[in-house]
């Protein structure tokens, strides 16, 4: 009887970690029923680890967190024990953009800090400051760019219903490289 695998990623069903994991559980259909379990955060799922033993992390290498202020090498080396890379892959995100909306009611800028270079290039090209604030994925970094009328987002197109005052202010195409961990063991963050 074939077992159940579990892939533990950032979700909603928006992101490009849910995305990824649906390409991988795609191409592992010979080892059994896949179920994705999508997280509010990265974050999220290490604080739970115990209880995800024997299930698989879907991790990409350009994971960074203001939260916990560690990127993936930092987790990677960090729990050698509890997490044993088992596989990876390419999968590029979805097209990414930089937005500006030009009748801002604030002036900040909300992005994944992953992507906190990508904007910090552009602020330097164009000489200009924001107010940057940090979300757990790029699609809660648009909904709360939408939500508090900001003058910034970096996001993905896909994701972007466009209003009269926004205006693309660069694109970005970008491969991803994936990593896929067991997870043997407890809690990374208590």
Not at 15 to 38: K, M, P, V
Not at 102 to 125: G, K, R
């Amino acid at each position: 009887m074939e077992r159940l695998i579990k892939i533990h990623t950032l979700g909603p069903k928006e992101t490009d970690s849910c995305s990824a994991a649906y390409y991988f559980s795609q191409q592992r259909t010979g080892d059994g029923d896949i179920s994705i379990i999508l997280h509010d955060s990265f974050e999220t799922i290490f604080r739970h680890l115990a209880e995800y033993c024997d299930d698989l992390l879907l991790l990409p290498v350009a994971f960074k967190s203001k939260k916990i202020h560690s990127d993936w090498a930092d987790i990677h080396y960090r729990f050698l024990t509890e997490l044993k890379l088992i596989d990876g892959f390419i999968y590029p995100l979805s097209d990414l953009a930089l937005i500006e909306n030009q009748e801002y009611s604030i002036n900040q800028t909300f992005i994944h800090p992953a992507t906190e270079s990508l904007l910090n290039a552009y602020l330097n090209e164009k000489k200009q400051t924001t107010i940057v604030r940090f979300s757990s994925s790029k699609y809660s970094a648009y909904r709360d760019y939408r939500l508090k009328n900001a003058r910034y987002v970096i996001t993905n197109l896909k994701n972007v219903q466009f209003r009269k005052t926004e205006v693309i202010q660069k694109k970005y195409q970008v491969n991803m490289l994936w990593s896929v961990y067991k997870i043997q063991a407890k809690e990374l963050i208590k």
